[in-house]
């Protein structure tokens, strides 16, 4: 089965996707494209699947850089791929202005933010958890593509396939951790069943990026959750018993 990669004209002319799982070499509870380096996949076939999404972004499979995500608003400034052996940088952010370096992102529900200043020729890319969104990682991303040259008034980011908010059930103390923040919050939230709220990380991207001042942002449209033939999801694999869960990929390179 070949890939398959999802794209989004406003990031155009830039090579980049929002991989899903199908097209893979993992099977079982990890079946198709799992990416993920921390799951309890065979190594060797996460390899594989990387070196496949290498391949389609037109890098070496070393050029394809990953972090040691953390649910942090850390950011990593790259000036290259990651010398051989050296340890993985810690962050849920990345941004670099050298080409053929490919960003790639790990998520499975989070949202995979993918940011483009085509005049600058600066990009960044997000993992954008409720944790590392409210701590402020998709402001910082933008803050260190400035760094490097670019302007937000022309970033165009767009967030990937994840969970939506029908399918993202939270609890009292959830809720309030956002009230503490901001009351305004509020209006990402609606009411639940037995108590609970249905809460909308998408929105919560969306104003975010939009207040920071970015030139566009939007989102695919692809809930990770209701979709098991395409998506890998860490809620649906809660709900279903499973012992682990697979890892999407999104990657944007220059």
Not at 18 to 27: D, I, L, P
Not at 124 to 134: C, E, F, K, N, Y
Not at 224 to 233: G, Q, V
Request: with cysteine.
């Amino acid at each position: 089965m070949t890939l398959e990669i999802l794209t989004a004209d406003t990031l155009s002319p830039l090579r980049h996707g929002f991989f899903t799982r199908r097209g893979g070499a993992s099977s079982g509870i990890f079946a198709g494209l799992n990416c993920g380096v921390g799951s309890s996949d065979q190594s060797a076939t996460v390899r594989m699947n990387r070196a496949r999404v290498a391949e389609a972004m037109e890098v070496a499979p070393q050029a394809l850089v990953t972090i040691r995500q953390t649910h942090s608003p850390d950011v990593v400034t790259l000036s290259g791929p990651a010398e051989p052996g050296a340890p993985c940088p810690e962050g849920d952010a990345m941004v670099t202005a050298t080409p053929g370096v490919a960003l790639g992102i790990l998520t499975a529900d989070c949202q995979p933010v993918l940011f483009a200043d085509t005049e600058a020729r600066v990009i960044g890319a997000a993992h954008a958890g409720w944790r590392g969104a409210l701590d402020g990682v998709l402001e910082n991303t933008l803050d260190a593509m400035e760094h490097l040259g670019a302007s937000r008034a022309r970033i165009r980011a767009v967030i990937g396939p994840c969970i939506s908010q029908r399918a993202y059930e939270v609890g009292q103390e959830f809720l309030e951790t956002f009230l503490d923040e901001d009351p305004a919050h509020g209006r990402f939230f609606i009411n639940g069943v037995a108590g609970k709220y249905q809460f909308d990380l998408v929105g919560f991207g969306l104003a975010r990026l939009r207040g920071a001042g970015v030139a566009e942002a939007q989102w695919t449209g692809h809930c990770t959750y209701d979709d098991p033939a395409r998506f890998y999801s860490y809620r649906r694999s809660v709900h279903d018993g499973q012992a682990d869960y697979g890892r999407l990929i999104s990657v944007i390179r220059l």
